[in-house]
Antibody, heavy 126, light 109 residues
Framework: QVALKESGPALVEPTQTLTLTCTFSGFSLSTSAMRVSWIRQPPGKALEWLARIGWDDDKLYSTSLKTRLTISKDTSKNQVVLTMTNMDPVDTATYYC??????????????????WGKGTTVTVSS | EIVLTQSPGTLSLFPGERATLSCRASQSVSSSYLVWYQQKPGQAPRLLIY???IRATGIPDRFSGSGSRTDFTLTISRLEPEDFAVYYCQQYGSSPLYSFGQGTKLEIK
């Protein structure tokens, strides 16, 4: 059974660096077509995708946040780590990790995030 | 940049009624890259539909997706009490690589 769980500090001060860990089970990030994405959701607002790392160590970042984000993986530990620098109160949000799948069906490639962690809430405040 | 606009912002219906939720893209999106999620208060999003019309595993057949290019629709044929939630569409593959709509809140009338 696939499961993901986010962990990290609940409170971060402005200008600090946030480090979040996604620990997963039920799949391997060394398997072809497997990826893990990070998504966040400010209170009462919509979802925002942040970054993705793939089985081949390919990394993608949100255009608007890429200067502040770093994503990495430890395949042996089944973990993906996201760091976000220079935190600001507007970064207050629930941060989710999700399994991000490429499925080949016939002639088509389908992309979707099929299993999500429960999320971890991060507040940025002094 | 592709922007997804969902409408209406809030939809108030009775259980048993049919719900039609819209997701409009500012540029053409490949149908195989259009996804719908359901999110209930205090919970993570749940995958409903991928490829614009393919139900994810375990999703009841009262949920259906349709559309192409810039106009996509999520339909719930007969609303059950557990269907009242926020629904998001999402696209892959075009700048930005991933984007979500702002969500439609489906509430009990």
């Amino acid at each position: 059974q696939v499961a993901l769980k986010e962990s990290g500090p609940a409170l971060v001060e402005p200008t600090q660096t946030l480090t979040l860990t996604c620990t997963f089970s039920g799949f391997s990030l060394s398997t072809s077509a497997m990826r893990v994405s990070w998504i966040r959701q400010p209170p009462g607002k919509a979802l925002e995708w942040l970054a993705r790392i793939g089985w081949d160590d390919d990394k993608l970042y949100s255009t608007s946040l890429k200067t502040r984000l770093t994503i990495s993986k430890d395949t042996s530990k089944n973990q993906v780590v996201l760091t976000m620098t220079n935190m600001d109160p507007v970064d207050t949000a629930t941060y989710y990790c999700a399994r991000d799948v490429v499925y080949i069906g016939g002639y088509y490639y389908y992309y979707y995030m099929d299993v999500w962690g429960k999320g971890t809430t991060v507040t940025v405040s002094s | 940049e592709i922007v997804l606009t969902q409408s209406p912002g809030t939809l108030s219906l009775f259980p048993g009624e049919r719900a039609t939720l819209s997701c409009r893209a500012s540029q053409s999106v490949s149908s195989s890259y259009l996804v719908w999620y359901q999110q209930k208060p205090g919970q993570a999003p749940r995958l409903l539909i991928y490829g614009a019309s393919i139900r994810a595993t375990g999703i009841p057949d009262r949920f259906s997706g349709s559309g192409s290019r810039t106009d996509f629709t999520l339909t719930i044929s007969r609303l059950e009490p557990e269907d009242f939630a926020v629904y998001y569409c999402q696209q892959y593959g075009s700048s930005p690589l991933y984007s979500f709509g702002q969500g439609t809140k489906l509430e009990i009338k």
